[in-house]
C-alpha cells in the first residue's frame, strides 16, 4: 500500500500518517519525491480497511499494491485448477472445453427430458436448468422448487449429463446437493456472503457468476469466500456487465477471461445467453469466448423459445445448438484445446 | 407491449405472432406503417415474458408500454407516503426532512454510545450502525452481531434516536426486528429475493438500498416484492451507481431523487457517504440531495475516521455533522421543506 | 509513478526497470516488500508515457502518482479565477451564482429576442442558444449560422445579456468572437484539439463542455490544452455521463463539482438540461447542483418546448425559470453564495 | 413513432398530441389500452425532433420504432459492402479476414521501414501508423506530421501494405490523402461532424472508430454522415468503450459485431489494443474477434513496446503477431471465412 501525501503536507502529517501504518501493523518506507511525499507500507495486511488513513490531514490518496485476494490467485497456486464435473468427471478447466445448455427453467419432467436428449446428443457435458428462480419481478414464474430437482435427476440418469441449477438460498442448498452436480451462483447473489460461506461447506462444485457491476477484485474476492469456508472447487463464469449500450441486455466482457487466467488457477465460464440476451447474438459470442480461452460455456437453450416460461429472448433451440457444437471444437483446436 | 415486426415480415409471421399474443391473455392491434408493421398488445399482464415473443419469426424488438411494477406506482396510489420511524415517530416522507447519521459499524458500546449523544445532538432523528456487516473481502471486520444489536438499543434509550441497522440474511430478522427501528437492506442485497420476501412479514419499516447497477424499474420491483409480501413500510434509498468514474466510489445519481418522486409513492432518501466514498465530498452532496427533493438523509459519521474499522475514508466527523445540519435546514426551506 | 513489479521478478527484471527510468530522466528508489518490489520514480515527468514501462519484463503495473495536468491545478494556482463575462462584466467564479439559459438553437428573431427578453427579467446574466449546431444525425436542423450569430448580437444589444454560443469548427471561430461573449466547446468536441488549442489563441472565455465518458483527468487535460496555447479564461460545464440509466438521456454527476473545486481553480458550471434530457427533472437538479457548489448553471428554455427545433424534452418554459430563479437564490444564499 | 400517453390523460390531451403529429407531416393512429392510449405515429419522418411532442401536457415517453439511419441500413442495401484495400486492392468484407497493424506514431523512418517488413512477412495486409497524433495530453508528442506520412509512403511502396494513418483535422485531408490508403477517425473525432463531411468528400476509404461511449445508432449515424456527403467506403470500427472496469483500459463489446453485421452492409473491423490497453490481452481478443465475425483486425504492434513514444503498454511485439496470424486463419476457416 502506497500512501500518498498532498503537496505541502508538514513534517506532523507524515508523522501521523507513520503512527497510523505502524498502528495498523505495517511498516512505513517514506520517499519525498519532487512535488508530494508518498509512504510505502511494508507488509501483507490485505485486510487493513485503507480508508482509515485516507482520512488522516493532508493525505491525497491511497493506492493498494497487493490485490485483496490471496487462495484464489496464480500467486499462489500455479498450476489451473481442474474441477470434476457431473457423472462422467469431465475434467473442467483441462484441455477440452466443456458445453453445458439447458432451458432458463425446468417448466415440466417431458420439456426436461426432451431436452436433455438433444443437448446430450449436440455433445454437451451438462445441463443447466432452474428449480429455484430469482425473479426481478414478484409475479414472474417462481420455479418448480424441489419437484424441478427430481426431474434434473431424472435427466442426469437418462443422459449421463451433469446437473447445474443455481441455489438461492442458503436453506436449499441440502436439497440442491442432493439432486444436482454443480450449484450455481446467480450473478444477483454474487456477494450474498451467508450464502458463499453455506456453499464452502457443500461439497459438490460451485458456479459461481460475477455480478453485473462487480470489478475483478470483488468476483475473486467473492470466490474467496467459497474457498475460504473450505470448498475449493469453484468455477467462475462470466455473463457480462451493465454498461450504457442498448442492443444487448449486458454487455460480455470477454477480456476478462485471459485477465482472469493470469490472475487466477480457477477455471471461467462464459454465458453469451445472459451476455447478450438476444438468441441471434449468442452463436458469435459462444465462438468468441471459446477463442479468448474459456473454459467452456454455459447456454440457454429451449425445445421452443417463443413458448419459454422465461428468457425466451435469449434462448438458442437444440438445432442452433447442434450447428455451434462442431465450429467449438474447430476454434477449440485453433487455440491448442478441444472439445 | 408493442411488437415491431421487421422490414419485409410476411403476413404469415404477423399471424404467427398474433397468435402468441392471445396464448397470453392479451388482445393484438395490428398498425401497417409506412416501414414496418407494429403489433399493438391490449390488457395489463405486466407479468408476460415479453422475451418469448421475440424469439418469433421476423419480430425486431419488444417494447414495453406499462411499468412492470404495480402497487409501488403513484398511479395506484397518488398521495405520498409517510412512514413513521422510531420511538419519536418521526413521519419520514412528510415536510420535514430527516438525517440518519451513524458509523459503518457498531466497534464498541463507548463509541456507539458517544456517537449516538453527538448525533442527537446535532439535530439527527436516527442512528444507524451496522451490527451484520456484508464485507467484500473475507478477511475484514464482519460486525458484532447480536452484541451490537444490544448497544444500539441502548443508544436509543439514552437519545431517543431511531436505529437503522442492516440485516444480512433472513434469520437475522428477529433479532434485528426486537433491538431495531428501520431494517436496512444493504445495496448487495437489493435482488436477494428471499430476504425481501422474509422482509414482507416483518412489522418494522424497510430501508431498501438500490444496487449499483439496478435500473430504476429493478428498484421499484425490489420494493414490490416487500410490499406485496405484507409490509409496505418501504424506504427508497439511493446510494450510488457504478460507473467509469474514479474520483469517487460510486457516482450519485440525485436525478432519480425528482423521478422516483414522480414515478412512487414511497418515501426516498440519500446516502452520500457510499455515493461518493469521499468524506470531503460528502457535505456539498448532502446539500444537493436536499435541494434535489430527497425526504432524508443515510450518512456515515465515525468519532475518529481514521481509526474507524470500516468505511473511515467516506465517514464525516461529529463536528463536520454540526456544522452542516443548519444549512441543510436553510436548503429544505428554500425548497417548501424544513428539518 | 510507482513501478509494481510482479511478485517473482529477478533482479536482472529491477534493473532493466531502472535502466528504463533513468532514460526517461527519472531516478529511481527501489522498496523491497513482502510480496512485491515496488520501484519509485522521482522527478516531474507528467508526460513520460508510463505505458512504455509495463511492457519491460515482470512488471505488474504503472501507478501515476502525480495528476497529468498542472496549470489547471490548484497546486499552481490556489486562488479561485473569476472570469467576466459579458456586456456587465459578470465575475463568474466569485460569490454570485450565474445563470445562463435559453433555447438550444436560433430559431428566428422573434423567437430568440422573445426568449431573451423573458431570460434577462427572470434574473440570468447570459443567454445561451447555437448558430451551428452539431447534430447526432445529418438530416437534423444544423442551425441558422452567421446568421444567427447576428440575431445574437441583436439580444445582447436589446437585453445586456451575455451571449454564450457554440463553436464546431475551427474556421468559425473569428465569427463566433466576433458576435459572442463566450465560446462554448460541445461534449462532443472536448477532445477535439485543433479546436482546442485555436480557442486558446481566441480573446474571449471558453465554456468547456465535459465529454460524456471523460474522466476528470482528461477534462481537466482539455482544459490545460485551451490554457497552455494561450487562453487562461476557461468555464468548465460538467453536462452528464453516460450510464446504464435509462430515465434519464445523461447522468448528471454532481460529485464532479466539489471535486473539481478541490482540484481546479476554474468555475464550474452545470448543465441540467443535457444532464437530465428531460424537462420535468431540470429545476430539481438546478437546485441540486447549486447546492453542490457550481457557480452558475447553462440551461436550456424554450419559449414552446413542444415546437422546438431541437430538445425540446429538455427546454423548461419561461415561466418555469422565472419561478426557479427565487428558489436558487435562497439555496445560493444557504451556501454562502448569492445570485 | 409511438406516443405513450399518461393514464389519466385527457381527451383534450391526446388531440392536441394529435395536432402537433400532424404538423409533423405524421399520420396518427389511437389505441385506447387498459391502462394507457398510446398513439402510432405513421410515415417516415426520421428527422422528426421526437423531444418535441414529449413537452406536450400529459404524455409519458416518446418510443421510435425506426432506427435513425437509412442508407448505412441492411434494409436499404442487402448484399454486404466490400472495401478495396491498399495497391493489393484487398477486399476488406469479403470472404478473408485482413490484418492491420503497426505502431501507434510512426516514430523514424528506420522504426516504420522495419516494421512494416515483419508486418508484411506476418501475412498483414496494411500498416497502421499516426503521422498526426491526438493526444490527450498538450504535453505529448504530437506525431512527425507530413515527414511522417512521407516515411509511410515509403513503407508501402517497399511493401505493397495498404497505408492506414489517422486524419485530426479538416485541413490535413488533402495531404492524408496524398498518401494513404485509409483515413482513419479517431474514437474522440466520431462525432466531429464537420471532418465527417469533409471526408464524405475525400476519395479513399474512411475507417470510422466507435466512440467510447456511443451507442449503436450513433455510431451508424456517423457513418452515415460521411456516406450521406458522397464517400461509401467506410469501414466501422469496435475499439472499446469506457465501463467501470479496471483492469482494462477500454471494455471490448464484441456483441457489436454480429450485431453491426445484422444492421448494417459496412464491413466491421476490430482493434484490441485500444479496446484493452494491455499487450498481455491482445492475442485473446484478436482471436475472439474473429470467431465473433470481424472482417478484419486493426492492431498496434511495436518493435520494443518498452521504448515507443506512445501506446507502448498495448503493443505486442512482431514475434508475437508472427505467432497469432496462423492460429487466427485457423479461427476464420472455422467460421467459414480465410486469412
Known amino acids: 500500500m502506497i500512501v500518498v501525501m498532498k503537496n505541502g503536507a508538514a513534517e506532523r502529517d507524515i508523522c501521523h500518517v507513520v503512527d497510523l501504518i505502524k498502528e495498523f501493523g505495517l511498516k512505513e518506507h517514506i520517499i519525498v519525491g519532487t512535488n508530494r511525499t508518498v509512504i510505502a507500507c511494508l507488509g501483507d495486511k490485505r485486510n487493513v ?27 499462489v497456486k500455479k498450476e489451473p485448477t481442474q ?20 432451458p432458463c427453467a425446468v417448466e415440466s419432467e417431458k420439456q426436461l427430458l426432451e431436452t436433455a436428449e438433444k443437448v446430450a446428443a449436440a455433445g454437451c457435458i451438462g445441463i443447466r436448468a432452474g428449480a429455484f428462480k430469482p425473479r426481478t419481478s414478484p409475479y414472474s ?56 460461506e453455506a456453499l464452502g461447506k457443500a461439497t459438490k462444485p460451485v458456479l459461481l457468476k460475477r455480478g453485473p457491476s462487480s470489478y475483478l477484485d470483488e468476483f475473486l474476492l467473492a470466490a474467496e469466500y467459497i474457498i475460504n469456508a473450505g470448498n475449493s472447487q469453484v468455477i467462475l463464469c462470466e455473463r457480462g456487465i451493465r454498461t450504457f449500450e442498448e442492443y444487448v441486455r449486458n454487455t460480455l466482457a470477454l477480456a476478462i477471461v485471459p485477465e482472469l487466467k493470469d490472475k487466477t488457477h480457477l477455471p471461467v465460464v462464459v454465458d453469451p445467453s445472459h451476455g447478450t440476451g438476444h438468441a441471434h447474438l449468442v452463436p458469435a459470442m459462444c465462438r468468441a469466448a471459446i477463442a479468448a480461452g474459456a473454459d467452456g460455456l454455459l447456454l440457454e437453450c429451449h425445445l421452443a423459445p417463443e413458448h419459454a416460461m422465461s428468457d425466451g429472448a435469449q434462448s438458442i433451440t437444440p438445432d442452433v445448438l447442434a450447428g455451434l457444437m462442431p465450429q467449438l471444437k474447430a476454434i477449440a483446436q485453433a487455440v491448442d484445446r478441444d472439445a
Open 49 to 75: 480497511d485503507k480508508g482509515a488513513i485516507e482520512s488522516a490531514p493532508n493525505v491525497e490518496k491511497i493506492v493498494p499494491i497487493l490485490a485483496p485476494y490471496k487462495i484464489a490467485s496464480r500467486e
Open 141 to 196: 414464474f417462481q420455479g418448480l422448487g424441489v419437484e424441478g430437482l427430481k426431474i434434473l435427476a431424472k435427466a442426469r440418469k437418462l443422459t449421463g449429463l451433469a446437473i447445474v441449477t443455481e441455489v438461492v438460498a442458503v436453506e436449499q442448498i441440502p436439497a440442491v446437493c442432493e439432486y444436482a452436480d454443480v450449484l450455481q451462483v446467480g450473478a444477483r447473489n454474487m456477494q450474498h456472503y451467508p450464502l458463499l
Open 83 to 102: 474441477i470434476k464435473i457431473g457423472p462422467g468427471g469431465f475434467p473442467l478447466g483441462g484441455k477440452k472445453i466443456g458445453v453445458i445448455a439447458g
